[in-house]
C-alpha cells in the first residue's frame, strides 16, 4: 500500500509558477510510474504528465508541454510539478497517482492517489 499527498497549491496570478509536490509512504514509490492530473469544478479528471519509475522519461498533455515540468527524487519519495506561465485554464484540483499500467494517461491505469491540492489561477 502506498499513500501519496500532495502539496504546493496556492492562488497565483496568470504568468506565475507554482511547485507542486507529491510525497509517498513506503519503500516502493521508485517502483512506480507517476502521473500528475487534474479536474476541474463540472469537467472530468484529465491527464497532464508522467514520469517512469528509474529511466525518468517523462510525457506531457499538449496543454501543459512548454510550461510544466515533472520530475521525482525517489531517494525522497517525493514526485514534483513545476508549473510557469499559469493561465487561468490551469485552474483546478491537481492530483498525483502511482502504480500504473500502461499508457499512464489515464486515471484508470493507476491504483494509488492522492487528496488532491487545489491551484488557482486567477488576477
Known amino acids: 500500500q502506498v499513500q501519496l499527498v500532495e502539496s504546493g497549491g496556492g492562488l497565483v496570478q496568470p504568468g506565475g509558477s507554482l511547485r507542486l509536490s507529491c510525497t509517498a509512504s513506503?519503500?516502493?514509490?521508485?517502483?512506480?510510474?507517476m502521473g500528475w492530473f487534474r479536474q476541474a469544478p463540472g469537467k472530468e479528471r484529465e491527464f497532464v504528465a508522467r514520469?517512469?519509475?528509474?529511466?525518468?522519461?517523462?510525457y506531457y498533455a499538449d496543454s501543459a508541454k512548454g510550461r510544466f515540468t515533472i520530475s521525482r527524487d525517489n531517494a525522497k519519495n517525493t514526485g514534483y510539478l513545476q508549473m510557469n506561465n499559469l493561465k487561468p485554464e490551469d485552474t483546478a484540483v491537481y492530483y498525483c497517482?502511482?502504480?500504473?499500467?500502461?499508457?499512464?494517461?489515464?486515471?484508470?491505469?493507476?491504483?494509488?492517489w492522492g487528496q488532491g491540492t487545489q491551484v488557482t489561477v486567477s488576477p
Open positions: 513506503g519503500r516502493t514509490f521508485s517502483s512506480y510510474t
Open positions: 497517482a502511482a502504480r500504473g499500467v500502461p499508457p499512464f494517461t489515464n486515471p484508470q491505469d493507476y491504483v494509488y
Open positions: 514520469i517512469t519509475r528509474t529511466v525518468g522519461t517523462t
